[in-house]
Structures are given as C-alpha cells and as structure tokens.
C-alpha cells in the first residue's frame, strides 16, 4: 500500500530508495536502533519495503509489510550503518536524473513533506475511501 500523508513511516530489513536528490548527513545514534546514517531525500521520492521486519522498533506506527511504500517531496531515512551506501544514477521515463539506492540494512523512512498539491494530511483516516462522484444534470 502507498502511503502519501504528512509523518508516514515504513521500518524494514532492505529498502530501495528512488529520488531526485539523495544527500547522506551525519552519524547519529538513536533510541531503540542504535548507529544511523542520515539520508534525506529531496523532490519527489519514494521508499520500498523489499524485505519486511517482524515488529516495528523505532516507531508503534510505522508501516513494516512487504510492498508497503512511501511517496512524498521530502523523505528522511535512517539506515542501520555507518557507510554511506553508493547511488546509482537512474534512466526513469519522465525523471531526470533520478538517483537510485537499495540499502540492504534496517531502514527507516518517514515522509517529511508531503507533495505540494495535495492538502495536508496527518492520518490516512483522511483520505477518502473512494473519489467523489460528478452527478448527472
């Protein structure tokens, strides 16, 4: 499922990682996970659950089945290891330049942005089950 509102999270053994903009940060060492390289993802990313994990250790809340996906201007993404893991460049129809990594450690993905052209939602109890339908005059 692909989830798009503002503080979505995936938690995951192995991810793959799509963007405009992928820029490695610091080392940071976090609570429940221990030491993480800091990604931050910028202009239309997206994050895959490749191999799933059974409990989610950072976050209650954090999406952790496999296929599970999130899609937002702006990500931040932890990975369990302090080497920073090589991009790849990516030949995808209509994104140029779009860089590609597979991070093969615990990952953890949240949507700092959403995309502009949506409202803000906080919830997916939000979004609509089904779109509204245009009536006959």
């Known amino acids: 499922m692909e989830y798009i509102f503002q503080g979505a999270s995936i938690e995951c053994a192995d991810a793959d990682i799509i963007s405009r903009k992928i820029l490695p940060a610091a080392i940071q060492n976090i609570p429940k996970i221990g030491i993480c390289r800091r990604y931050t993802c910028q202009r239309n990313s997206e994050a895959f659950i490749i191999k799933n994990i059974n409990e989610a250790l950072y976050k ?55 995309f502009p052209n949506i409202p803000i939602i906080t ?11 245009l009536k006959d005059k």
Do not use: W
């Not at 919830?123 to 339908?133: E, L």
């Open 123 to 133: 919830d997916s109890k939000q979004i609509p089950a089904s779109p509204k339908k």
């Open 60 to 114: 209650d809340t954090s999406h952790i089945n496999k296929g599970d996906s999130l899609k937002a201007e702006n990500l931040a993404i932890f990975i369990k290891s302090t080497k920073t893991i090589e991009k790849e460049k990516c030949p995808y129809t209509g994104r140029h330049n779009v860089q590609y990594m597979s991070s093969k450690y615990y990952t953890y993905a949240e949507i700092t942005q959403q």
